[in-house]
């Protein structure tokens, strides 16, 4: 890329060791390793039941593999639940949208500021001077996410009324909220249409450019990860195909073969 | 610009101006039969404390629990004791001692909402309303060895002042409930109360936010109980006088339940309004039966058409307007500002409807 990036890609921020994942009888995926390096934008890609999400919800801590590990930050992490890697410094959003219907936007996105509350439910009962700040503080926080992400004018309607393009756009919020140094997307672009992708792609890329935060995405549309991301993982049945740039995997032929079938 | 964080908006206040003036003027000034005391403006605030004790644990997390009254027990048992035991504590510590004791109880009976939900987890929690009037019934030690089954609750005495008179007990009842309410709608609308509510709507995603479903679901459940566990100490010291396990029944915590859903789920001032529906109906329904049948219908049938009709409105509430009175309270609210703003009177406007 022409440009100069802010945040320089580093070194490795999470690692994916020979990670094997297994349903009763059926592998979800076999032996797979991969790395996200700090400050990129890391596209994990392949046909339908390849496993990628079953991929990032072994990040996250949902699934638990029955091999490999995760290692954040060069350490290993024992025992991974959605809650240690959270404070890890880790968030993501969901492939069938995961957000709390009944509430806010900004409540929605005020969840995500929870690691940064400290308070408990006495002082907060109480409303102690401390209460106050954070809340303030939390709330400012959140109302620049939604200023940034352009949904000013939804921030009081209940999550469950809105349409699925703002939901995800809501859903994305929540994560930046958390101020996580990498965020997993699941499928941030499904359902969308032209206008409505190229306004993600464009927030994908600020975040990425202006925070320094990593991002590792599963997108379908292949033009979409081709533009935007640093590194591109390919999974089928499972198994990791390829991994490089871009123009590396548009130049494997294991990757097209998978993509377009091949003869046998 | 608006200030981003505010905890009360005016409106908030002016509300709560309103009903401390009519509940502490207006009330006392006008109502003089004790009955409205006694039978009516009691119990309704102490279920109303206990109905969103319920409110905490089901509307905000979304944890079906059913055994309001056994926490309810616990609390009334435990004051009971307390004041006989440990006079030195005063009313108002003994109070806040046998809510935490029920409090114990709810993180205790809490516990299977890490593992079951929904439907089952109403039946687990079924053991707290069974086992914690088991324990008082089997050990004498909490009835202080007495063999009538009914205790007579000791009197009310605040630094020294007896509050024996109905409408003394009105105030102690109204004071407690009017701090909890305000405590409680100070959790609900904070960071507390967004993290019960994210454990409601969507508790992985509400994980992988950092919040912790054990934490989260425990509080809910210790904080419920404590609600519950003072609301039936008043219960038992204000309105029944007396202490009986037989009180605290299953009934009760369905009505609690009802109140709940009447109300309105997820709301405070639901649970006042649910509970002030579910005590004054069967009022009102004898009302009819004495003054337009004249007592032609008999006072059996009479409470019989009462279970129908609370049956068949919690049905239709569950269809057709599943946030309950305090939606429909709202709704009201809302058209009347807009009718009043359209034909133009000044100073009113109707509020700015979102897409």
New interface residues.
């Given amino acids: 890329m022409a440009y100069e990036r802010k945040f320089k890609i580093g070194k490795p921020i999470l690692e994916v060791n020979n990670i094997s994942l297994a349903f009763g009888g059926v592998k979800a995926i076999t032996d797979t390793s991969f790395n996200v390096l700090e400050h990129e934008v890391r596209a994990i890609i392949g046909p339908n039941g390849a496993g990628k999400s079953s991929m990032l919800n072994c990040i996250n801590g949902i699934y638990k593999p029955q091999q490999g590990t995760v290692s954040f930050r060069g350490q290993v992490v024992p025992n991974i639940t959605p809650n240690i890697m959270a404070q890890m410094g880790l968030s993501r959003t969901f492939q069938n949208l995961a957000l709390f219907k009944r509430m806010s936007v900004l409540d929605n996105i005020l969840v995500g500021r929870k690691l940064h509350t400290k308070t408990n439910f006495l002082e907060v009962a109480l409303q102690l001077p401390k209460v106050k700040k954070e809340e303030k503080l939390n709330r400012e926080r959140s109302e620049e996410i939604i200023s940034f992400l352009e949904i000013e004018d939804i921030k009081d309607t209940p999550v469950g009324k809105l349409p699925y393009g703002l939901q995800k756009k809501v859903e994305l919020g929540r994560a930046l909220a958390t101020d996580s140094s990498i965020i997993l997307l699941d499928e941030p672009m499904a359902g969308m249409n032209v206008e409505e992708k190229r306004d993600m792609c464009r927030f994908i890329l600020k975040v990425n450019d202006e925070l320094g935060t990593t991002m590792v995405l599963i997108e379908h549309d292949m033009g979409v990860v081709m533009d935007i991301s640093d590194r591109v993982v390919v999974l089928d049945y499972g198994k990791v195909i390829g991994d490089g740039t871009p123009d590396e995997i548009m130049a494997n032929q294991k990757v097209i073969d998978a993509y377009l079938g091949v003869e046998h | 610009m608006k200030p981003?964080?505010m905890?009360y908006t005016k409106k908030d206040l002016i509300n709560l101006a309103v009903c401390m003036v009519l509940s502490v003027l207006i009330i006392p000034t006008f109502i003089k039969t004790e009955y409205w005391y006694t039978s009516i403006l009691i119990p309704w605030l102490c279920l109303a404390l206990a109905t969103i004790g319920q409110q905490i644990v089901m509307g905000y997390t979304g944890q079906l629990a059913l055994g309001a009254a056994g926490f309810m027990a616990a609390g009334a048992f435990a004051m009971f004791n307390l004041i006989l035991r440990v006079p030195d504590l005063g009313f108002v510590g003994s109070l806040i001692v046998s809510g935490l004791i029920a409090a114990a109880f709810g993180i205790l009976f809490g516990l299977p909402s890490l593992k079951v939900r929904g439907i089952y987890l109403m039946v687990a929690t079924l053991a707290s309303q069974f086992f914690i009037i088991w324990m008082i019934d089997k050990f004498g030690w909490f009835k202080n060895y007495d063999s009538s089954g009914i205790i007579t609750a000791q009197d009310i005495v605040i630094l020294g002042k007896p509050f024996t008179t109905p409408l003394a007990m009105y105030f102690v009842c109204l004071a407690v409930t009017t701090i909890l309410t305000l405590?409680?709608m100070?959790?609900a609308r904070?960071?507390?109360g967004?993290?019960w509510?994210?454990v409601?709507?969507?508790d992985?995603?509400?994980?992988?936010?950092?919040?912790?479903?054990l934490r989260t679901k425990v509080?809910a459940f210790a904080?419920s109980a404590f609600y519950c566990g003072v609301a039936g100490a008043l219960f038992a010291f204000c309105y029944l006088k007396s202490l009986e396990p037989v009180a605290f029944d299953i009934k009760l915590s369905f009505k609690i339940l009802f109140m709940c859903i009447l109300g309105g789920l997820?709301t405070i001032n639901g649970a006042f309004i649910g509970a002030a529906f579910i005590l004054l109906f069967p009022v009102l329904l004898n009302a009819i039966g004495n003054n337009v049948f004249h007592g032609a219908i008999d006072a059996t049938i009479i409470s019989s058409i009462e279970q129908v009709i609370f049956g068949l409105l919690m049905i239709i509430f569950m269809i057709y307007e599943p946030l309950g009175m305090a939606k429909l309270w709202e709704n009201l609210k809302q058209s009347i500002r807009s009718k009043l703003s359209s034909s133009g009177i000044k100073g009113i406007k109707s509020p700015v409807l979102?897409?």
């Fill in positions: 981003v964080f905890t405590l409680a100070n959790m904070g960071s507390t967004r993290n509510m994210a409601r709507d969507m992985i995603a509400a994980e992988s936010m950092g919040v912790s479903l509080q904080i997820g979102k897409k």
